[in-house]
């Protein structure tokens, strides 16, 4: 998610060594590599889709086994009063990185990642955009994710945070708010029960035209070229005519088909078609703010959650195909 700076640290702490306590308690087999291979990088599951060992976001989320042997952790999550997306234990080998990255998937656009230290020294140094923190054991922090970030590990010892993905609410963003506020700690209570609440509702069969015009407006508002010759100077009149007219041609369905699926070959079509037209545009379009290229953030973000059929396997491999026929002119 943007924010309006790089960093902000919540004005919140927690008790150390109880979260100390609790993750010292899983054992090595507990922990499972990174989903890219990242050395270095592992995490225990704590929220996922459905409850499983997985890196899903797209999903109804449960608690796995893993939280259920957490009792601190699940009042942290219960105290903020959000409803909560994947949420792990993500650890980071002494010297490993991070590499930078910028988040540029759906997932992001409307969430938020909290991260508590757990375990971590000073030599531990979170890069995000032009700044750098070290985020102390405790605190709770959240970043500016569609900036490029990377975290560096230059200590002796395996860091652990507590990382949990969220959207926040009001209370959330009022408490963000007041940053600079001294941070009131939040001990452990052994007879708190409040809930943790978790997405249910988080990807659509059909991306309504109203959300995608939103996005696309967003990556709009944030398209530059590389260099401005003629050739990039028409390269990118195209990509905003292309996304315009995807725009347009969405709504139009819309209002025959809204998420039927006697529409969805129809709405395929027309994402197909949009994807084969960018693959096409020779001409490095990218966002100003990341310098990340626009054909990736369009597919991360929105080609690859507009439609998405019960029968997922083979949606997903029909649009990576990419070459259903189609006579739409845009």
Not at 64 to 80: D, S, V
Not at 150 to 171: I, K, P, W
Not at 177 to 195: G, I, M, S, W, Y
Request: aromatic letters at 8%; one cysteine or more; glycine letters at 4%.
């Amino acid at each position: 998610m943007k924010l309006p700076t790089e960093f902000i640290r919540l004005p919140v702490r927690f008790e150390v060594e109880r979260l100390r306590q609790e993750v010292s308690a899983f054992a090595e087999s507990d922990w499972r590599g990174h989903p890219s291979g990242h050395p270095g990088n592992s995490a225990i599951p704590l929220i996922t889709v459905g409850g499983t060992d997985n890196d899903r976001v797209g999903g109804a989320m449960l608690p796995t086994p893993h939280l259920a042997r957490c009792a601190y952790i699940r009042q942290i999550l219960a105290q903020f009063g959000v409803v909560w997306s994947r949420t792990r234990l993500m650890r980071l080998a002494p010297g490993a990185v991070v590499p930078e990255h910028s988040d540029i998937n759906y997932h992001w656009y409307h969430r938020v990642r909290i991260h508590i230290p757990v375990f971590t020294r000073p030599e531990v140094i979170f890069h995000c955009g032009e700044r750098s923190v070290h985020m102390a054991a405790g605190e709770a922090w959240i970043f500016d994710n569609w900036r490029a970030h990377r975290v560096e590990n230059g200590s002796s010892e395996t860091r652990v945070h507590l990382v949990a993905d969220t959207t926040g609410n009001a209370q959330f963003w009022q408490l963000a708010a007041r940053a600079t506020a001294e941070p009131q700690l939040v001990a452990f209570d052994p007879k708190a029960t409040a809930p943790v609440v978790l997405e249910r509702v988080n990807v659509m069969r059909v991306m309504h035209p109203s959300e995608l015009d939103v996005l696309v407006a967003d990556l709009r508002r944030d398209l530059a070229t590389t260099t401005d010759t003629p050739e990039d100077r028409r390269a990118l009149a195209r990509a905003h005519a292309l996304l315009e007219a995807f725009c347009h041609e969405w709504r139009a369905l819309w209002t025959v088909y809204g998420d039927d699926a006697s529409g969805w070959s129809q709405y395929e079509t027309v994402r197909d078609f949009v994807r084969r037209e960018f693959d096409a545009i020779d001409r490095p379009i990218a966002m100003r703010s990341n310098n990340v290229l626009l054909r990736n953030v369009l597919i991360a973000r929105v080609l690859n959650h507009a439609v998405n059929r019960p029968d997922t396997a083979v949606a997903e491999r029909e649009y990576v195909d990419g070459r259903r026929a189609t006579s739409l002119q845009l």
